[in-house]
Nanobody, 125 residues
């Protein structure tokens, strides 16, 4: 069973940057596509970004394209989300998730089997 632990959240002013990390343990990291999702107060969980098991493909929500970058380091079993030009509407709890590389849509939450506990990102105006 994959265990995921997020870190790197915090309070930042609009226009600032944060880098979220998600450390994975358990089965081989290379067997999993990885994603980031967020949930703002009073809203449903939303897709943010995803990266294929090989690192060769990445996917982003329209709202973060050009501002956020997802990457993975297989040697460290870690996936990152670099968040630049942050906006107050990016405020949310951000969750890391893992899914088998063999099936499921990387942009859909129900495709993911394993979830971290989340890290809070707050962007002040």
């Amino acid at each position: 069973q994959v265990q995921l632990v997020e870190s790197g959240g915090g309070l930042v002013q609009a226009g600032g940057s944060l880098r979220l990390s998600c450390a994975a343990s358990g089965p081989p990291f290379s067997g999993y596509d990885m994603g980031w999702f967020c949930r703002a107060p009073g809203k449903e969980r939303e897709f943010v970004a995803a990266i294929a098991w090989s690192g060769s493909s990445t996917y982003y929500a329209d709202s973060v394209k050009g501002r956020f970058t997802i990457s993975r380091d297989s040697a460290k079993n870690t996936v990152y989300l670099q968040m630049n030009s942050l906006k107050p509407e990016d405020t949310a709890v951000y969750y890391c998730a893992a899914k088998s590389r063999y099936y499921g849509d990387l942009t859909k939450g129900p495709s993911y089997n394993y979830w971290g506990r989340g890290t809070q990102v707050t962007v002040s105006s």
